[in-house]
């Protein structure tokens, strides 16, 4: 389980269940990288980057 939270005001973003069984190294990588695009498919709908700063 898993929990997204926005530092700047402690809002709970998203809420995230992955599961891997076992000692099985594949299973387990295969378990953090699709909990890796889920977190992902929620910060493009959420985050906005600021700008980038011009230089003088």
Known sequence: MGHLVRVSD???IGNYISEAKG??????I???ESLAVKIDKTLD????P???KTKK
């Open 10 to 12: 402690a809002k709970l």
């Open 23 to 28: 000692p099985n190294i594949k299973l387990t």
């Open 30 to 32: 295969k378990t953090v």
């Open 45 to 48: 709908n959420k985050y906005s």
């Open 50 to 52: 600021p700008p980038p």
